[in-house]
T-cell receptor, first 114, second 118 residues
Framework: DGGITQSPKYLFRKEGQNVTLSCEQN?????MYWYRQDPGQGLRLIYYSQIVNDFQKGDIAEGYSVSREKKESFPLTVTSAQKNPTAFYLC?????????????FGQGTRLTVV | AQKITQTQPGMFVQEKEAVTLDCTYD???????LFWYKQPSSGEMIFLIY??????QNATEGRYSLNFQKARKSANLVISASQLGDSAMYFCAMREAGLTGGGNKLTFGTGTQLKVEL
């Protein structure tokens, strides 16, 4: 079955550590996205990539980094510069950059700083 | 300015009744798409319905319909015959064509928590 796989489902980070969240899709979609969800704030865009080897900052990119070396993979690194990383992270993909294509989402990764 | 505004943080509805979840949007683009997603407590995002800016008819998908009023910039979701399984968070989202320089990222509202009661 085609879909988006995020791993791990739960992640715990110590203060000052970098952690990487995995996102893999087998839908052959061109575009991929990372969102952060905090209670009461909906989904906020961190980074997005419309093609391999290219990506753009979203609304809250500070403290995060991404890469897009393969079409099917878009990992997100939460760096120590991100002061409040505890949140629910969702990865999504769309077939292309068209404005009329819906996004498919992974199951999410819940990150907690301990 | 908020691109997507959902003014109802929480809603209650009785089983088998209809409910309307409000969504207003702001864009200068002529070409854009409006989407509704459902998020159960498990956290997954489920696509429900889509309305394009050029679509003259309101979109419908089973028990879901989208009340699209372009001049008012509103895209309300109507759920008919509510079921207990409809209890979830509902998000309105918009993607613009990006011709006015804003890019074509998918922007979400803050959501409405719907609770269906017996």
């Amino acid at each position: 079955d085609g879909g988006i796989t995020q791993s791990p489902k739960y992640l715990f980070r110590k203060e000052g550590q970098n952690v990487t969240l995995s996102c893999e899709q087998n839908l052959n979609h061109d575009a991929m996205y990372w969102y952060r969800q905090d209670p009461g704030q909906g989904l906020r865009l961190i980074y997005y990539s419309q093609i391999v080897n290219d990506f753009q900052k979203g609304d809250i990119a500070e403290g995060y980094s991404v890469s897009r070396e393969k079409k099917e993979s878009f990992p997100l690194t939460v760096t120590s510069a991100q002061k409040n990383p505890t949140a629910f992270y969702l990865c999504a993909s769309t077939r292309d950059r068209g404005w009329n294509t819906e996004a498919f989402f992974g199951q999410g990764t819940r990150l907690t700083v301990v | 300015a908020q691109k997507i505004t959902q003014t109802q943080p929480g809603m209650f509805v009785q089983e088998k009744e209809a409910v309307t979840l409000d969504c207003t949007y702001d864009t200068s683009d002529q070409s854009y798409g409006l989407f509704w997603y459902k998020q159960p407590s498990s956290g997954e995002m489920i696509f429900l319905i889509y309305q394009g800016s050029y679509d003259e008819q309101n979109a419908t998908e089973g028990r879901y319909s989208l009340n699209f009023q372009k001049a008012r910039k509103s895209a309300n979701l109507v759920i008919s015959a509510s079921q207990l399984g409809d209890s979830a968070m509902y998000f309105c989202a918009m993607r613009e064509a990006g011709l006015t320089g804003g890019g074509n990222k998918l922007t979400f509202g803050t959501g409405t928590q719907l609770k269906v009661e017996l």
